[in-house]
């Protein structure tokens, strides 16, 4: 584009105010319905809305209605009384609206619960009313919001409308985002700018913004959201940080969102001026109390607390010779009252020489049936640390008197942080659909959970996750929080319609490539169930020779254990054992050479090079051939993107070609450094491979800082 032209259409945007295509949007963009005989379909089903009520709920289901068909029909809907004859879409809940209260949808409604929703097509030729219409019904005032998102979701995937039959509810309680955001600012593990949260400007400043968050969340069915890291300061129980708590959650609370603070142990010595936080001292207990009190008084639908004790140097009741359910219980106590809770994480490892994997289970199991009943157990979906691939963590097939909470996470850590294009939802639907086996069949992960955590990937930057299909991962998350059983694909096409066009020469491509991205990011970076192999610290680029973190159980070497006679960790009975806290059918499988799947090979064996794979290649061989089927398949996406320019708009195409091309190099990066490096154990050549010879040496990639 020429520069003046440039200018012109720069101009011409400024002008008509058109916006920049620059993400915020998310997947709430309603650009109008372009298939014109879509738009005459909509236009004629929709012509006026009611919404009832008047509760903020029920304002931010009617804002978000005139808003979404505004933008979707190109024409104002009137908005007309609730109960008036006529409206076409009619929202709300039986106690509100006389209307939906008369239509008989109880049958439906009582399925639908507190937080679900019936969206159903009424009337019509055949019906009483000569006309038909649609009705958006909840229990609640937010099942109708929830109700309301969907509804939308419809148009903006270009659903028909015509026949409307539909009853939701979510599946898990507890539906809800860990910020790992610090009070000064900062996001421990966040690639997408500062924190969302101006600690400075609250509570005087509530930004607009919030809003824009609550509404993404409400629009997946995210109902919590824990504000400050595991990591956390003790800081944020004071006084001053309740105010601004409370601040950030009168913006929330409208969307079904409560808000929850990670609470520092040690809060009562650094903050309360006692001499101990020991969980069974009468000061201390007293102490937590009060502080709940204090919390309720300004927060009245205050979610609980999150915690990391005893975790990383995280303070927690084992320094005083107490346990995780001595913690909790003390915590569940003060919060029980006013009908909080507590989720206490179960990702704990200490360098004891016992196999790091093994740690969480050897601690939690014991206190099964301990916990009082408003404590909850947050497990990382693997025993190790958000890896590409780990198996599912044991510890779901063992505590069936614990209400659990699997911990998710959306920021991309270990995954090549917002730069590469890894679609996660493969990966959770992988731990959802994992069957503990501990009753023969089942039951699956998704059966054991009380509610999904994600740790979250937003921030500051105008698209909210550092980049646009990182925030795909975000929508997963929370559609799957909201329904486990929902298949990778659904979500991805969704996403994707919702996010940039219903066009399926777009779609259909660039859903295939989201769905492979995951396995390809395994392929160049872990593969074979190799894991924990990356740079130090920050966790960005390949650092298998990794060997002199403070902790051996941080190391890589520790995780891959390559040496001249082959590599893998043996987690057999031979080795660790962990397999032993799995039940009997994945004891098996996981445990013999013949049976374990090919993607948790390493993870469970240490393997002789010359070992014969499925392919018929060795190790050595297959394990190269791993590290370049990534390269390719990143190559593979490149072309794939290239051939859609022009098919959406020029701003986010770009950003995504541009991150592509890194992570084409990145990819290569990973594969030249470790196939170099490992084949110092191996000595054995690398087979030609369409990657080529590495194109530096091992100490060139050792020396990247
Ligand atoms: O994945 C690791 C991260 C830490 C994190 C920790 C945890 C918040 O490297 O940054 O700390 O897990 O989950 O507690």
Known sequence: MSARLALALGLLLWATGARAEDGYELWLRYPQVSDAARLAQYRAAVTSISVAGDSPTARAARDELTRGLRGLLGTDVPVV???????????????????????????????????????????????????????????????????????????????????????????????????????????????????????????????????????????????????????????????EYIRKTAALAEVFRPYGIRVYLSARFSAPIEIGGLKTADPLAPEVRAWWARKADEIYAAIPDFGGFLVKANSEGQPGPQDYKRTHADGANMLA???????????????????????????????????????????????????????????????????????????????????????????????????????????????????????????????????????????????????????????????????????????PAFVEPVKAMMLTSRQTAVDYMTPLGLTHLMARGHHYGPGPWVNDAGRADQNSVYFHRADAAGIGFDRTATGSNAVAQYAGPWRETFGRLDRVPEDYLLWFHHV???????????????????????????????????????????????????????????????????VLYFQTFSKQPIAPDACGPPERTLEYYRSIK
């Open 333 to 503: 106590e003060a919060l029980a009252a006013h009908g909080g809770i507590v989720m206490w994480r179960a990702f704990v490892y200490a360098d004891q020489g016992e196999d790091r994997a093994k740690q969480a289970y050897g601690e939690f199991t014991p206190l099964d049936g301990t916990f009082r009943p408003n404590v909850l157990l947050q497990i990382k979906n693997g025993p190790i640390d958000f890896q590409p691939r780990e198996p599912f963590s044991p510890l779901f097939g063992a505590m069936p008197q614990t209400p659990l909470v699997l911990e998710l996470q959306i920021t991309k850590e270990y995954l090549g942080f917002a730069t590469h294009l890894v679609y996660v939802a493969p990966l959770y639907e992988e731990v959802l659909a994992a069957d503990t086996h501990v009753r023969g069949t089942g039951p699956t992960v998704r059966e054991v959970l009380r509610g999904a955590a994600g740790v979250a990937n937003t921030g500051t930057s105008r698209n909210w996750c550092g980049a646009v299909f990182a925030c795909a991962n975000w929508h997963a998350f929370g559609r799957l929080a909201w329904n486990p059983s929902l298949p990778s694909s659904a979500l991805a096409d969704e996403w994707l319609r919702m996010t940039f066009t219903n066009d």
């Open 608 to 674: 002789p090079w010359d070992h014969r794979m499925a392919s018929g290649r060795t190790l050595w061989n297959e394990l190269t051939s791993r590290y370049c089927r990534g390269v390719e398949a990143v190559r593979g996406m490149r072309a794939t993107w290239s051939s859609l320019a022009g098919k959406i708009d020029p701003e986010r195409y770009e950003e995504t070609r541009a991150f592509l091309g890194t992570q084409e190099q990145e990819a290569r990066w990973w594969r030249d450094a470790s």
């Open 81 to 239: 009384r609730d109960g008036t004859r006529g409206a076409l879409v009619i929202a709300g809940t039986p106690s509100n609206s006389p209307a939906i209260a008369a239509l008989g949808l109880r049958a439906g409604l009582s399925r639908a619960g507190a937080e679900g929703y019936v969206i159903r097509t009424i009337g019509g030729p055949k019906g009483p009313q000569t006309r038909s219409a649609i009705v958006i019904a909840g229990n609640s005032d937010i099942g109708v919001l929830y109700g309301t998102f969907a509804f939308l979701r419809l148009l903006q995937t270009r659903q028909p409308i015509d026949a409307l039959d539909i009853v939701e509810w979510p599946r898990l309680r507890h539906r809800i985002l860990d910020h790992w955001d610090n009070l000064d600012g900062t996001v421990e593990r966040g690639y997408a700018g500062s924190s969302l949260w101006n600690w400075d400007a609250l509570p005087g400043v509530k930004a607009p913004r919030y809003t824009d968050y609550a509404r993404a969340n409400a629009s997946l069915g995210i109902n919590g959201t824990v504000l400050n890291n595991v990591n956390a300061k003790a800081a944020s129980l004071t006084p």
